[in-house]
């Protein structure tokens, strides 16, 4: 069983990567991938050809999971005093 250190709903910080220093919700939690979705965090642009004849293309923004090594713990309580 892989247990994780966070779970949903938990406030995260980024440790490493394009999005060091953020802190954000975590959204969902993949432990068997060892990943987990942080609000705002890992936003990667698709984009999306038209589907049907007349509809416009466009360009999405979507959440992608980062590596759960890459968040730590954000410690609410030292926030309330």
């Known amino acids: 069983m ?3 250190h966070v779970k949903k709903g938990d406030t995260v910080t980024v440790l490493a990567g394009n999005d060091k220093g953020k802190t954000g919700k975590v959204v969902a939690v993949f432990p068997k991938l060892g ?3 942080v609000e705002g965090v890992g936003m990667r642009t698709k984009h999306q050809k038209p589907r ?6 466009q ?5 992608s999971p ?4 890459k968040v ?5 309580k030292k926030k309330a005093k």
Do not use: F, M, Y
């Not at 360009?59 to 959440?63: D, L, S």
């Not at 980062?66 to 090594?69: E, G, H, K, P």
């Open 72 to 76: 730590a713990l954000k410690d609410n």
């Open 35 to 37: 990943k987990v979705i």
């Open 66 to 69: 980062i590596a759960v090594s």
């Open 59 to 63: 360009i999405i923004e979507k959440q």
């Open 2 to 4: 892989n247990t994780l």
């Open 52 to 57: 049907r004849a007349g509809q416009a293309g």
